[in-house]
């Protein structure tokens, strides 16, 4: 199942086409007036709701969407069932709310359960050990590996510099900047959590 939580920071172009495909979209506070703008109406409103326009909020309540103050939007999202979770909106304003967004990716989750942050070419995920993770972005994708606390036996293939069971230790830029050199790259590792960024050229490549 796929849940949706659309945040309230920059959307990228394509951020909507996320949307198609979701059996559950939640709107976090001001998410909800990007939704109204593109003339989609979320199964669920979430948040303290103050940045969220009165307006968009009353017209959600009168067509019986549910509207719940101060839930955690990444819990509501797995309490449904979601097993596949995308956050939209996670960019933009001030940089601590964009560290934190980036660090919800190292909460532990239930078995089973992908979160996953989108803006346009930018994606961002993390595997947490002992685990592995495929990436999506075609030959040429830029991706980062950055640890969250020391990661053990992180290995690489398909990636243009290759690790091989290394130690990755937080501020290391070994994992910086790599390229996806084959389709379906992979990244293992043995223990800890590393955060994978993608960010994929409209026109394919990063040169």
């Known amino acids: 199942m796929k849940a949706v939580i659309v945040a ?10 996320e949307l198609a495909d979701a059996d559950l979209v939640i709107a976090a506070d001001s998410g909800a007036n990007w939704l109204d703008a593109i003339g989609v109406r979320p199964h669920r409103l979430i ?4 940045s969220a326009d009165a307006g968009v909020v009353e017209r959600l309540r009168a067509n019986a ?10 819990e509501a999202a797995v309490d449904s069932g979601a097993d ?13 709310h ?8 190292a909460a ?13 070419v930018t994606v961002a995920r993390a595997v947490h050990g002992p685990g592995r993770l495929t990436i999506d972005g075609p030959p040429g994708t830029r991706v980062s590996l950055l640890p969250i606390g020391p990661v053990d036996g992180v290995t690489t293939q398909g990636l243009h510099w290759a690790l091989e069971d290394d130690h990755l230790e937080p501020g290391s830029t070994r994992g910086l900047a790599n390229l996806v050199e084959s389709p379906e790259a992979t ?4 223990s800890g959590r590393l955060l994978v960024i993608e960010i994929t050229e ?6």
Do not use: F, Y
């Open 108 to 120: 532990p989750l239930r078995a089973g359960t992908m979160l996953c942050l989108r803006a346009g």
């Open 84 to 96: 596949d979770i995308v956050i939209l909106g996670w960019q933009g304003g001030a940089v601590d």
């Open 8 to 17: 309230g920071g920059e959307h990228a172009s394509g951020d909507e086409r």
């Open 187 to 190: 990244v293992w590792v043995d």
């Open 47 to 50: 948040g303290d709701l103050d």
């Open 98 to 105: 964009l560290a934190a967004n980036l660090l919800l990716l």
């Open 202 to 207: 409209e026109h394919g490549g990063t040169g």
């Open 65 to 74: 969407i549910p509207v719940d103050v101060h839930p955690v939007d990444k």
